[in-house]
């Protein structure tokens, strides 16, 4: 019988968080954190999925999404801010450990819990952002850049123009997405295509062409991607942006010294179990054939990698395969966080 996802709200001094949950109280919590620009409803086919075999799962808005508090400023989404409130939320669910699983801007959160809180995980998992111990920054992810793809006299910042620009032009790329939130989403989420291999990310083109979407100043009109979203999906999703706005979720691209100085903190080797899902048709965070990765590799001492044939949006594009890589790595790695349902 399928698992009923239930609507929570956690309120501590400094912030207010809403989840969803799913499964029975008593399971080893998994913790699913989205990025940008998400939602806790982004790990709908995760959530119930997990919860049939025995977990307590648990997918909160983060901060500037949804319903959790909304800030207004820039250093109010620095990633020490989230994962402080991952730690209030296990807290609040009176437990000491839990298996944390982030994906885009959720998973370097995911990163910092283990560096910082190792603790408090019992393993983790990231979809598409590797682990970069000095913090997940244009200094120290343009370094890494395919050049062969990328040449420096074209593209400085390879792929990763689009984060310079929120740097540049903060006002400019909100605006854009916020034109037609509904095109903005329905622009956005999108398959992988594999014939993109080799080719630039449009996400290098963004300084380039003055904004997202060709120097438009909004999306363009497309037919929604029904492979990555439904017509329910997208009304929720256009629903929570057009109330937030992008101010937060765009924020989180405008701490990026501050998040290294918070990187350097911590250690850099990671000594708990970790699964790493590649996306192969993701041209952004390209982990397979660039360098991307290999930091990961250096300071994980206990790494299992899965290649998904997947865009970016893989938990909803390619939920069976993510699934699958998950059950798989909590049934070899942590089979003593199972309990029978």
Known sequence: MSQPITEHVVRTARHTGFHLACGPADGTP???????????????????????????????????????????????????????????????????KAVWIGHDWGSPVVWNLASHHPDRCLGIVNLCVPYLPDGFAPATIVPLVD???????????????????????????????????????????????????????????????????GGSGRAPAVPLDTGVLTERDLSLYVSALERNGFFGPDSWYMNAARNMAYARTAPDRLALPVL??????????????????????????????????????????????????????????LPGAWTQP
Request: hydrophobic share 40%.
């Open 30 to 96: 998994l913790i699913f954190v989205h990025g940008w620009p998400e939602l806790s409803a982004s790990w709908r086919h995760q959530l119930p999925a997990f919860a049939a075999l025995g977990f307590r799962c648990i997918a909160p808005d983060m901060r500037g999404y949804g319903r959790s508090s909304v800030y207004p400023r820039h250093e109010d989404y620095a990633l020490e801010h989230s994962v402080r409130d991952m730690i209030d939320l296990l807290d609040a669910l009176g437990r000491d």
């Open 147 to 213: 050049r062969r793809i990328y040449p420096e006299s074209a593209f400085p910042a390879g792929q990763w123009e689009y984060q310079l620009f929120y740097e540049e032009n903060f006002n400019a790329a909100r605006a854009g997405f916020e034109a037609s939130v509904a095109d903005t989403v329905k622009a956005l989420f999108r398959k992988g295509n594999p014939a993109g291999k080799g080719q630039p990310s449009r996400t290098a083109l963004v300084r380039r062409d003055g904004g997202w979407f």
């Open 276 to 333: 790493f899902l590649h996306g192969a048709y993701d041209y952004t965070c390209e982990t397979i054939d660039s360098r991307l990765a290999e930091p990961m590799r250096r300071c994980c001492a206990d790494l299992t990698e899965v290649v998904v044939p997947s865009g970016h949006w893989m938990a909803q594009e390619q939920p069976m395969a993510v699934n699958a890589a998950l059950a798989r790595f909590l049934a070899v790695k």
